[in-house]
Each structure stands twice: as structure tokens, then as C-alpha cells.
């Protein structure tokens, strides 16, 4: 599974100490993505948390981001950003096999 969550440059300092915590390696240990808004496309002012996981997982990661003004991203607009975010990470992994191919 896969979601992703908005939010504003004014709590990224806060989004940041969360998901890089040297006590907590959580969101560490479950890989996240972290990009821009207008990097993707998009017109929002503020940046994507990208999180690819099981659904036992993301629950857990919703609960550590609770109390942060996060939006988790619904309908279109979500399949547009996953998708992006999808892109991306195949880009990266075939420039990759270019390298070592």
C-alpha cells in the first residue's frame, strides 16, 4: 500500500525531526519520500510525504504524524502525485541499470 500526505512549509522543521529521529528509526526503517510540490506538478505550496508500506504500517505512521497539519491526499489528485512519485522511482532505478547494466 501507498499514501500520500501534504503539508506546509511552516511545520517542515517538525515533519523533518519525526521522520529522521535517531531515537524513533521508524520511518526510517519503512523508506519514505519527501519532494516539493510544484517538483511534481502540482500547484500547492508546501511539500509530499510519500510513504510505501504495509497497511499495519502506514496506520502506525499516521499516529506519529498526528498533532502536524498533514492532509492525506484523496482521489485524483492522489493517483496523480503516486503516480509521479512512481515515476520517479523508476526513473532513478533505470539510470541505475544504465550505470551497472
Do not use: P, Q, W
Not at 42 to 69: C, I, M, P, Q, V
Not at 82 to 97: I, P, R, V
Amino acid at each position: 500500500m501507498e499514501n500520500v500526505y501534504f503539508y506546509e512549509e511552516k511545520v517542515s522543521k517538525d515533519v523533518k525531526k519525526i521522520l529522521e529521529s535517531e531515537e524513533d528509526d521508524f520511518f526510517k526503517r519503512i523508506g519514505f519520500t519527501v519532494r516539493e510540490c510544484n517538483l511534481l506538478g502540482s500547484d500547492r505550496k508546501g511539500y509530499f510525504l510519500y510513504l510505501k508500506a504495509n497497511s499495519e504500517e502506514l496506520d502506525r505512521a499516521e499516529k506519529k504524524l498526528e498533532g502536524l497539519k498533514f492532509e492525506k491526499l484523496k482521489g485524483e489528485e492522489n493517483n496523480i502525485i503516486t503516480a509521479a512519485f512512481k515515476a520517479e522511482e523508476e526513473n532513478a532505478a533505470s539510470g541505475m541499470g544504465m550505470i551497472f547494466g
